[in-house]
């Protein structure tokens, strides 16, 4: 691997990087770094929670009116703290396709198109000073709260109380684009640095993590700039790094800036090491300052069958279908996509709802989609030069197809990282992300169960 040090300033200033992965195009043509809104819509199908298996506990009745932002489900058993996006009356329960791939019990909220609506902002600098970081646990109940979740669907308030037991010493805050076209990261931190970089000082003090790093693409140059500007005299160290994909993944992120290396089928956490997710912090900020709980997120709407693409805040609970009509349709969509074009879901019903964790929606046309024609392996091996943590795709689809588990177990599927990377690169259009994928969760299905399993070897 290529590595390289650290400088005395604590600037990776030649940062890191790993085997394999690929330089992609990371922007979408006529798209700037501006937040925009989307319109309330007439009716919100509010999720209960990340996924199916952690919900909140309901506390309101359907027909009764709630204002914005008041509870609706309460915390437990892992799932955040759940509120409303906007005001309305509650008309009642329904099972709800996310635009995730999840399927999840959601409150229907017939909204008030009179009521005003409040702007989730962050208090700066001038109330900084006055906060005081308590302690992890205080933290993470601050979080459950909030209703803060994090990207894999796990609530943030958790992942601080795990950290808070695995002797965390580095804290990392992923601004890095996760796949090309979703570069709402960039626009969160052109907006809201403060919150950002003050969720970390919190965390970094109530953990007692020796350092605090922002990870940057390092081709922005202003960004990087500001970033430092603001970083100066403060204990936030800026990682710019150049963002070959997956850099963004955690446990690559986590490898560049503190050359450790996660066991395979471990997290950060087995090294020491939390990765926070931009727009979690940027969520604990707004409720530590300004008391204001996760009602909206941020995504990104892009395709070539957009008319007005772009990064938006949108309430939690709007259906695809709204979306799509307040951006614009310049065609008819031949394909939707929940999240990027490597790791994204396909959208069947236009009637699935947007959640905390949608980072996007693609709609493709007529004219640029294609669907994959698989054909024989000719053995190039580009899949295994690409795969960032050096697995042989091939050979899992091998076992894949003949449900081999015993080989299966031998190639460490646990270390796949789900990027798609192989699949993107493969010439044969094979179907190599998806059986790396379903060996992966046999894998820990049979850990889970403590024998052989051939759930999902299908």
């Given at each position: 691997m290529e590595l390289s040090p650290i400088n005395v300033k604590g600037l990776v200033s030649r940062p890191r990087t790993f085997q394999g992965g690929g330089y992609l195009p990371i922007g979408a043509p006529s798209m700037d770094d501006a937040l925009m809104a989307i319109a309330c819509p007439e009716r919100l199908v509010v999720p209960l929670g990340p996924r199916a298996e952690t919900t909140g506990e309901l506390i309101v009745r359907p027909g009764a009116e709630v204002s914005e932002e008041a509870l609706l489900a309460r915390s437990r058993d892992g799932a955040p703290?759940?509120?409303?996006?906007?005001?309305?009356?509650?008309?009642?329960?329904?099972?709800?396709?996310?635009?995730?791939?999840?399927?999840?019990?959601?409150?229907?909220?017939?909204?008030d198109?009179?009521?005003?609506?409040?702007?989730?902002s962050?208090?700066?600098?001038?109330?900084?000073?006055?906060?005081?970081?308590?302690?992890?646990?205080?933290?993470?109940?601050?979080?459950?709260?909030?209703?803060?979740?994090?990207?894999?669907?796990?609530?943030?308030?958790?992942q601080l109380r795990r950290a808070a037991t695995s002797d965390t010493d580095h804290v990392i805050i992923n601004g890095l684009s996760h796949e090309p076209i979703l570069t709402a990261p960039h626009a969160i931190l052109k907006?809201?640095?403060?919150?950002?970089?003050?969720?970390?000082?919190?965390?970094?003090?109530?953990?007692?993590?020796?350092?605090?790093?922002?990870?940057?693409?390092?081709?922005?140059?202003?960004?990087?700039?500001?970033?430092?500007?603001?970083?100066?005299?403060?204990?936030?160290r800026i990682a710019e790094l150049h963002n070959k994909y997956p850099q963004a993944h955690p446990i690559l992120l986590a490898f560049a800036i503190t050359n450790r290396s996660c066991p395979i089928g471990g997290t950060t956490e087995d090294i020491r090491t939390l990765v926070l997710d931009i727009e979690a912090a940027e969520a604990l900020a707004a409720m530590v300052c300004s008391k204001h709980p996760v009602t909206?997120?941020?995504?990104?709407?892009?395709?070539?069958?957009?008319?007005?693409?772009?990064?938006?805040r949108v309430p939690v609970g709007t259906t695809v279908?709204?979306?799509?009509?307040?951006?614009?349709?310049?065609?008819?969509?031949?394909?939707?996509?929940?999240?990027?074009?490597?790791?994204?879901?396909?959208?069947?019903?236009?009637?699935?709802?947007?959640t905390q964790q949608t980072r996007a929606i693609l709609a493709l046309d007529e004219r640029h989609d294609r669907?994959?024609?698989?054909?024989?392996?000719?053995?190039?091996?580009?899949?295994?030069?690409?795969?960032?943590?050096?697995?042989?795709?091939?050979?899992?689809?091998?076992?894949?197809?003949?449900?081999?588990?015993?080989?299966?177990?031998?190639?460490?599927?646990?270390?796949?990282?789900?990027?798609?990377?192989?699949?993107?690169?493969?010439?044969?259009?094979?179907?190599?992300?998806?059986?790396?994928?379903?060996?992966?969760?046999?894998?820990?299905?049979?850990?889970?169960?403590?024998?052989?399993?051939?759930?999902?070897?299908?």
């Open positions: 703290c759940v509120h409303a996006p906007r005001a309305g009356r509650l008309t009642g329960m329904k099972t709800v396709s996310t635009a995730d791939g999840n399927r999840i019990e959601a409150v229907e909220i017939h909204t198109p009179d009521a005003d609506h409040r702007h989730p962050f208090t700066p600098s001038s109330s900084l000073n006055d906060v005081d970081p308590c302690n992890i646990d205080d933290l993470a109940d601050t979080a459950d709260r909030a209703g803060i979740v994090v990207s894999n669907g796990e609530s943030l308030g958790s907006t809201a640095i403060e919150a950002v970089a003050a969720a970390g000082l919190w965390i970094r003090t109530a953990l007692n993590a020796r350092r605090l790093w922002l990870a940057i693409d390092r081709r922005d140059k202003e960004l990087a700039s500001r970033c430092k500007q603001y970083a100066a005299g403060t204990p936030l909206d997120c941020t995504l990104t709407i892009a395709g070539p069958a957009i008319t007005r693409p772009g990064h938006y279908a709204h979306l799509l009509q307040q951006v614009g349709l310049s065609a008819e969509p031949t394909r939707l996509i929940g999240g990027g074009l490597l790791t994204g879901v396909g959208i069947i019903e236009p009637e699935a709802v947007i669907l994959p024609r698989p054909g024989p392996c000719i053995h190039c091996g580009w899949c295994q030069e690409s795969c960032p943590v050096g697995l042989d795709p091939s050979a899992l689809l091998d076992a894949w197809e003949r449900k081999d588990h015993k080989r299966a177990r031998t190639l460490f599927s646990q270390a796949c990282l789900s990027c798609g990377l192989c699949s993107y690169v493969c010439p044969s259009e094979l179907p190599l992300a998806e059986a790396a994928t379903g060996t992966k969760a046999w894998m820990q299905q049979t850990a889970n169960l403590g024998r052989p399993n051939e759930i999902g070897m299908t």
